[in-house]
């Protein structure tokens, strides 16, 4: 029962033994192992940033057997060399860098951590990923509107005038209407709607107009002349016996009309060739200027009229 004893309690002996001399090989390897460490500046060791930004990591190197040579490098997904960050030696125990990494192109990057002593060499991993940047979105090209109705351009004085502007917009944006230019007695709606009563003028009186139609970030316009006629009446209404001075007696007829002067300038150049009482009215404005063939036309009408009223 003593030997079983004994034997046991050397078994015990042996096992703390192996097991102390395993503690110290392995407290021996350990102290004598250069131990690089690195970290980005939040503390992990895999970074993400946008390209055009910058990040910062630090890194530190320990060991029982200096000097240590010390370098750090940055490289690409491919192990291409990028950047050198020092490759440099220690005499001491420790050493701490911090180094920025900055103005690099979208990718994957690694930033390799390299220690030596006099005993063996270590390797430390920081990853980075740079994201590139997405441009924003430019915003959409705006259309101007574009004015496509024809003008009225001519109207008798005292008669209602009414326009409508039509405009489109390829983009389908709500319009607005107004004036730049425009005679007192006109107005235009929110919806290009021009409307008034012409003044009454004594000749041929223009008036010059400039619409704008706005999607309220461009717009187009329209300019033009709008002429307002003005109106002659004739107020002799009775039938006479004239006689001229050589004897012969005619029966002149005079009735109320109402001409534009365009009109009564050829009727009344025609009638004053048999009615010498009969003048041209002396207009403000000069002869309007109309072709041979319209003359010819305006004169023959003239003389029809002219006709039928002695019969």
Do not use: C
């Not at 015990?12 to 980005?40: C, D, H, N, Q, T």
């Not at 489109?168 to 007695?185: K, Q």
């Amino acid at each position: 029962m003593a030997e079983e004893f004994h034997t046991e309690n050397n078994k015990m002996k042996y096992s703390k033994v192996i097991s102390a001399l395993i503690l110290g090989i392995f407290l021996i390897s350990f102290a004598s192992a250069i131990r690089p460490y690195g970290e980005w500046e939040d503390g992990s060791q895999s970074m993400t940033i946008a390209e055009g930004e910058s990040v910062e990591f630090e890194f530190d190197f320990f060991s029982m057997n200096p000097p240590m040579t010390i370098s750090v490098k940055l490289y690409d997904s491919n192990y291409n060399l990028i950047h050198t960050f020092g490759d440099t030696t220690s005499s001491t125990n420790n050493f701490f860098d911090t180094h920025t990494i900055t103005g690099i192109e979208a990718g994957v990057y690694l930033v390799i951590i390299f220690g030596s002593d006099t005993v063996d060499a270590n390797t430390y991993t920081l990853s980075l990923t740079v994201n590139p940047i997405t441009p924003p979105t430019p915003p959409p090209v705006n259309n101007a509107p574009v004015i496509t109705s024809t003008p009225i351009t001519g109207i008798n004085e005292g008669a209602n005038y009414s326009y409508q502007v039509i405009a489109t917009d390829a983009d389908g944006d709500a319009l607005t209407y107004s004036f730049i230019e425009n005679p007192s007695w006109l107005s235009i709606s929110s919806t290009g709607s021009i409307t008034g009563t012409t003044p009454n003028v004594n000749s041929n009186t223009r008036y010059s107009i400039t619409v704008r139609v706005s999607d309220r970030e461009d717009f187009d316009t329209q300019t033009y002349t709008l002429t307002v006629n003005n109106v002659i009446e004739e107020d002799d209404t009775t039938d006479e016996d004239d006689e001229d001075s050589s004897g012969t007696r005619r029966r002149t007829h005079r009735s109320i009309r109402t001409y534009s002067e365009d009109d009564a300038y050829y009727q009344h150049l025609y009638f004053s060739q048999f009615d010498t009482d009969l003048t041209i009215p002396k207009f403000e404005e000069s002869k309007p200027k109309l072709s041979w063939f319209q003359k010819l036309i305006n004169t023959l009408v003239a003389f029809f009229k002219w006709i039928f009223r002695l019969e």
